[in-house]
């Protein structure tokens, strides 16, 4: 897993490039545990890139199935 120091940023798009999700969240004590619910996007194939000063932005792929 990556580690994000400072205030972070996510984005969710889907295939089509959609953003579907989205949330800023300031880190406390130097990390950020996010819990994100995808329960309710349908079956396919997403990006989640977070971004911050510290570590630039950083894109990862999940499958919903």
Do not use: C, R
């Not at 996010?34 to 990862?60: C, K, Q, R, W």
């Amino acid at each position: 897993p990556n580690t994000f120091t400072g205030g972070t940023q996510w984005y969710i798009t889907n295939a089509a490039g959609a953003v579907v999700l989205q949330q800023a969240k300031q880190a406390s004590q130097n990390n950020v545990v996010l819990s994100i619910p995808v329960n309710h996007l349908p079956v396919g194939t997403y990006y989640i890139t977070f971004m911050n000063d510290a570590m630039g932005n950083v894109t990862e792929t999940f499958i919903k199935k």
